[in-house]
């Protein structure tokens, strides 16, 4: 059993940047792929970016491909998303989400992958 916990979120201008937080409880998590998606008002929860467990492989949505970066620290149970050069499109609800692999350079992209999820963090991006 997992338990995500997400914090960072806020309100920033266009342009400006953010760094989400993810705290997990649990057991071997370094074992836990981690994923980040978000879910804007009256739109389908999409992919963000995700992180295998040994932090070396990573995948970011391709239209957040160099403004987005995602990390962990395995000591500390934490995974992070840095959000830079943000933009109103960017504004939504970020869930941090988690699932068990035995392969540590595994990273999914897909929502139904990931059994273990945040209550979300929300983010407001001003023009």
């Known amino acids: 059993q997992v338990q995500l916990v997400e914090s960072g979120g806020g309100l920033v201008q266009a342009g400006g940047s953010l760094r989400l937080a993810c705290a997990a409880s649990?057991?071997?998590?370094?074992?836990?792929?981690l994923g980040w998606f978000r879910q804007a008002p009256g739109k389908e929860r999409e992919f963000v970016a995700g992180?295998?467990?040994?932090?070396?492989?990573?995948a970011i949505e391709d239209s957040m491909k160099g403004r987005f970066t995602v990390s962990r620290d395995n000591a500390k149970n934490m995974v992070y998303l840095q959000m830079n050069t943000l933009t109103p499109e960017d504004t939504a609800v970020y869930y941090c989400?988690?699932?068990?692999?035995?392969?540590?350079?595994?990273?999914?992209?897909?929502?139904?992958?990931?059994?273990?999820w945040g209550q979300g963090t929300q983010v407001t991006v001003s023009s």
């Open positions: 989400a988690a699932r068990y692999s035995y392969n540590s350079y595994a990273v999914f992209i897909r929502r139904i992958d990931y059994g273990y």
């Open positions: 649990g057991r071997f998590f370094s074992s836990h792929v």
């Open positions: 992180i295998s467990g040994s932090g070396t492989r990573t």
